[in-house]
């Protein structure tokens, strides 16, 4: 069975940074695509960042340059480091897997960016 946990959000001024991190039990996460979402209130979830098997990495335009997926296959995690952030990525952050040709999702954790 697949568990996705993030943790690491919160509150945070206007420039910044916070690291998201997503634990993953029942995978490997070097052999399957993961990303992070989000999604803010009243607006659909949008894809953050994603990195492949392959460490190929693409990012939502808005924080290209300013945010940076990347994954650690001894710990079985996969991180969001964001910096300089700005009120508009306030959201819920979802940690997101696609397993055995399934979706898989972690809570998500709430990140406040105050201006």
């Known amino acids: 069975q697949v568990q996705l946990v993030e943790s690491g959000g919160g509150l945070v001024q206007a420039g910044g940074s916070l690291r998201l991190s997503c634990t993953a039990s029942?995978?490997?996460?070097?052999?399957?695509?993961m990303a992070w979402y989000r999604q803010a209130p009243g607006k659909q979830r949008e894809l953050v960042a994603r990195i492949t098997p392959g460490g190929g990495t693409d990012y939502l335009d808005s924080v290209k340059g300013r945010f940076s997926i990347s994954r650690d296959n001894t710990r079985k995690t996969v991180s969001l480091r964001m910096e300089s952030l700005k009120p508009e990525d306030t959201a819920v952050y979802y940690c997101?897997?696609?397993?055995?040709?399934?979706?898989?999702w972690g809570q998500g954790t709430q990140v406040t960016v105050s201006s």
């Open positions: 997101y897997a696609f397993v055995r040709g399934r979706d898989s």
């Open positions: 029942g995978i490997y996460v070097g052999v399957n695509h």
